[in-house]
């Protein structure tokens, strides 16, 4: 029997992994003034959110677990900016940024934070396990690497329907190692599914450092075998956000299939409110704080321009600590739930 042909070595080289883009201080969106705005407010107040959330977990408001999205905002926010209605997010615990991107109100987070009725899971779900299906948001979930799968079967979903919808699975670098992620990669590939990978690098799962734990820790390449492509992201940057997700929404909606983009960003607290992240330095925090910070580049740019002054900015900021507030106080008075509820919603 004659032997079986095979691509030469280059050439199945070529086909394995796709060009790349710089989205990590190349390639970014024309922003305008309403954009910067935009941009600065929706990021602020998951600042300041997520402030509060840590405040109140200190006085015993909040129970269980709680992981700050601190440092991480432009990645949430970059990527809505280029959805429009339909398109569905999904993502892991650290979850309050994402809530509040997608439009979920700060009264409905923070009281689910501690359990009270008002609660968007009426007070049962806490930080971990919050859903919004008018705002297309299908969770929070607790068990690593798990939403990957679900936001592939929200991308089947649309693609069985003959919608354009799109699908966002965040997930982290440390959940980039469960087996259901590839598991998942092989399907949305398979089928040609319309579903974004967004890999938030934010340098540790937990406690260790991605070069501890991983072999390939250029994550935008773990879908090269399956044919995905992927780009690393400056996460820090909310116009390199932008820039990429308008590039991959546009790739899914044309049905060309899955695409995964590394979002390169940090978080300034621990893995959540128990870890006092003793294992890196606090120069580095404070290099990332100083330098990097997605919140502060927004503001810079806006005052260089001329297009906010400092004082019309600090009114941006009194208005988002004034909603924040509200929440907390809506949080700490609201009613808990009935004892009824412990058999509402419930599959036998």
Known sequence: MAPRKTASVSSR????????????????????????????????????????????????????FCH????????????????????????GYRDHGHML????????????????????????????HMFSKEKHFYGGHGIVGAQ???????????????????????FGDGAANQGQVYESFNMAALWKLPVIYIVENNRYAMGTSVSRASAQTDFSQRGAS??????????????????????????CRCGKGPIILEMLTYRYRGHSMSDPAKYRSKDEVQKMRSEHDPIEQVKARMVEKGWASEDELKQIDKEVR???ADSADFAQSDPEPDVSELYTDILL
């Open 13 to 64: 080289k070529a086909a394995a992994k796709p060009a790349k883009k710089d989205f990590t201080g190349g390639t970014i969106a024309e922003f305008s003034k309403d954009d910067e705005l935009k941009a600065y407010r929706e990021m602020l107040l998951i600042r300041r959110f997520e402030e509060k959330a840590g405040q109140l977990y200190g006085m015993g408001f909040i129970g269980g």
């Open 68 to 91: 700050l999205y601190i440092g991480q905002e432009a990645v949430v926010v970059g990527m809505q900016l280029a959805l429009k209605e339909g398109d569905q997010v999904i993502t």
């Open 101 to 128: 991107a997608c439009g979920m109100s700060a009264r409905g987070v923070m009281a689910e934070l501690t359990g009270r009725r008002g609660g968007l899971s009426k007070g049962k779900g806490g930080s971990m």
């Open 148 to 170: 990957v799968s679900l936001g592939t079967g929200l991308a089947f979903a649309n693609r069985y329907r003959g919608n354009d919808n799109v699908s966002l699975a965040y």
């Open 226 to 251: 399956f044919g995905i492509p992927g780009y690393q992201v400056d996460g820090m940057d909310v116009r390199a956000v932008k820039a990429a997700a308008d590039e991959a929404v546009e790739y």
């Open 322 to 324: 004034d909603i924040v």
